[in-house]
C-alpha cells in the first residue's frame, strides 16, 4: 500500500510540471483543467500517503479498533479538492465562453497529454492490483480520480485538436465545463464512499447474505440475529448472535460458534468475528435489524 502512494505523489507531481510548461507554452483553458486537477492530485495524494501510514499502524490502548478510519477521513479531503478544482474550471470555462482566445502551439498540447495518458494509465493498473490485495479505500479513491484523468485527458486532446484543425475556438471552453462536471462528479463518489465508511454503512447485502449463510450451514445452528457489519480501512467487522439448542453445553456450543468463526474468516481474511451463543427461542427486548 505504501508504495502505491509513493508512485501516486511521484506521478501526480511529474505531471504538474509537464502540464504547467504546456499551458503556459498554450494558454488552453482545457490544459488549465488538466493541470488543476494533477495539483489537487498531488495535494490529495500526499494526504493519502499521511493516511495510509496512519491507517496501517496496530491497534493500540487508546484506539482498540484500529486506525483504519484514517482512510476515509482521507477520501474525504480528496472529494473537497476535487470539487474545488471543478468550481474553479467552471468559472475560467465561463470568462474563456464569454471572451474566447485562440490555442496556439496546440500540437505541443497534445504531445504532452498522451504522455500524460501513457504515465496514468501506469499508474492506475498498479493501483488496481494494489486494490484487489488490500481493499483500500483511500488507493482507491486516488485510483477512481486517475481513472478520471485518463478520460480528462482525452477530452483536451480532442479540445485542442478541434480548436487547432477546425477552428471551433468556442471546443476549448466548453470541454473545460465538460470536464469540470466530470470532475465534480467523480469528487461525489468518492465523498459518497467516505461517508459511507464513517458512518458503519453495514456491507453489501450479498456480503451480509454469505455471512447468513456460513453461519446456518452449521447443524446445530437454529438461526441468528442480531447480524451488525462495518468497514473501517482495510478491516472489516462482523458481530452476530447464533440461537443453539438451550439445552446444550455451554462447551459445546461454544466449539460450534468457532467452527462458524473460522468459516467466517476464510471467506472474509481480514475480518475481525465476534460471535454471542444464545438459547433458541428466548426472545430478546431489544431492537433488531437482521
Known sequence: MRLA????????????????????YTDSVSLLSTLLDSLLDTAASIVNLIAVRH?????????????????PLAALGQSTFIAGSAI???????????????????????AVMVFAIVVTFILTRFQAYV????????IQADSLHYVGDLLV????????????????????????LGIAGYILYNAWKIAAGALDMLMDRELPEE???????????????RDLHDLRTRTSGRQTFIQLHLEMDGKMPLHDAHEVADAVEAELLRAFPEAEVIIHEDPHGVEEHRAQFG
Open 5 to 24: 502512494t509513493y508512485a501516486s505523489v511521484a506521478t501526480a507531481g511529474m505531471l504538474v510540471v509537464v502540464k504547467f510548461g504546456a499551458w503556459v
Open 88 to 110: 474553479f474550471l467552471t468559472i475560467e470555462a465561463g470568462h474563456r465562453l464569454y471572451a474566447p482566445q485562440a490555442v496556439e502551439h496546440a500540437q505541443a498540447g497534445i
Open 153 to 176: 485527458n482525452g477530452a483536451v486532446i480532442l479540445a485542442l485538436l478541434a480548436v487547432s484543425q477546425l477552428g471551433w475556438i468556442h471546443a476549448d471552453p466548453l470541454f473545460g
Open 207 to 221: 456480503a451480509r447474505q454469505r455471512i447468513k449463510e456460513i453461519a446456518l450451514s452449521h447443524q446445530e445452528v
Open 131 to 138: 486494490v484487489r490485495k488490500t481493499g483500500s479505500v483511500a
Open 55 to 71: 491507517a496501517l499502524t496496530p491497534a493500540d490502548r487508546e484506539h482498540r479498533f484500529g486506525h483504519g478510519k484514517a482512510e
